[in-house]
C-alpha cells in the first residue's frame, strides 16, 4: 500500500485546514488508518486513528474538539479535518495504515505498516 498525503499548508492561528491521505496499490487490505506528527526537534506523536469500518475514532487530548478523521473507503481516502489550529500544531504530519487489526484503533506508531511522506503544517500566531 502507498499513502500520499496532501493538504498541508501555512494558516494563521484558529484557522482550519484539511489533509487528505489516498491509498494505491494493494488497497484490498482492509485497514485503520492514523495520522501522527512530528514538531522539529521533538517525537513523533500520535493524533488521530479511525478503523476500517469508520465507526471507531480516537484522538489525542490536545486535538479533540478541534480535529475529526474520517475515511471514503470508496475513494481510498482518509481525511483529517483540523479547525481552530494552534500554533504547536506545526508539524509534519504523517498518514499511516495499520493492516494488522483493521477494526481495531491503536496508538503506537509500531502496529503501523505503511506511511506516507508527510505533508507540513505551518500555524502562525
Known amino acids: 500500500v502507498q499513502l500520499q498525503a496532501c493538504g498541508g499548508g501555512l494558516v494563521q492561528a484558529w484557522g482550519s485546514l484539511r489533509l487528505s491521505c489516498a491509498a494505491a496499490g494493494r488497497t484490498a487490505n482492509n485497514y485503520a488508518a492514523g495520522w501522527f506528527r512530528q514538531a522539529p526537534g521533538k517525537d513523533r506523536e500520535f493524533v488521530a486513528v479511525?478503523?476500517?469500518?469508520?465507526?471507531?475514532?480516537y484522538y489525542t487530548d490536545s486535538v479533540k474538539g478541534r480535529f475529526i478523521i474520517s475515511r471514503d473507503n470508496a475513494k481510498n481516502t482518509v481525511y483529517l479535518q483540523m479547525n481552530s489550529l494552534k500554533p504547536e500544531d506545526t508539524a509534519v504530519y504523517y498518514c499511516?495504515?495499520?493492516?494488522?487489526?483493521?477494526?481495531?484503533?491503536?496508538?503506537?506508531?509500531?502496529?503501523?505498516?505503511?506511511w506516507g511522506q508527510g505533508t507540513l503544517v505551518t500555524v502562525s500566531s
Open positions: 479511525i478503523n476500517w469500518g469508520g465507526g471507531t475514532t
Open positions: 499511516a495504515a495499520d493492516v494488522g487489526e483493521p477494526y481495531l484503533v491503536r496508538t503506537s506508531g509500531d502496529f503501523y505498516d505503511y
